[in-house]
């Protein structure tokens, strides 16, 4: 069971990942300063309500089966 979803996209650098702290998407390149989500729906909301230049996917961060 997932329990932490990022939303992500690929670039050139690598994976990129949102950020919302200013109210609108911005791209990241750690983990750690992404928003998290409580489940794949929710980061796969995110994730389709972008406009389609920023393409992105609901990415699982850590789940039940690791611990």
Do not use: C, D, K
């Not at 996209?9 to 994976?15: A, D, F, K, V």
């Not at 994730?47 to 611990?67: D, K, N, T, V, W």
Request: avoid cysteine; charge should be positive.
């Amino acid at each position: 069971m997932t329990f932490a979803v990022v939303v992500a996209r690929t670039s050139l650098n690598g994976l990129e990942y949102l950020e919302r702290e200013t109210g609108r998407a911005q791209w990241v390149g750690s983990a750690q300063h992404a928003v998290r989500f409580q489940n794949i729906r929710e980061g796969t909301r995110a994730a389709l309500r972008l406009p389609g230049s920023m393409r992105a996917f609901a990415f699982p961060m850590e789940s039940m089966a690791e611990l």
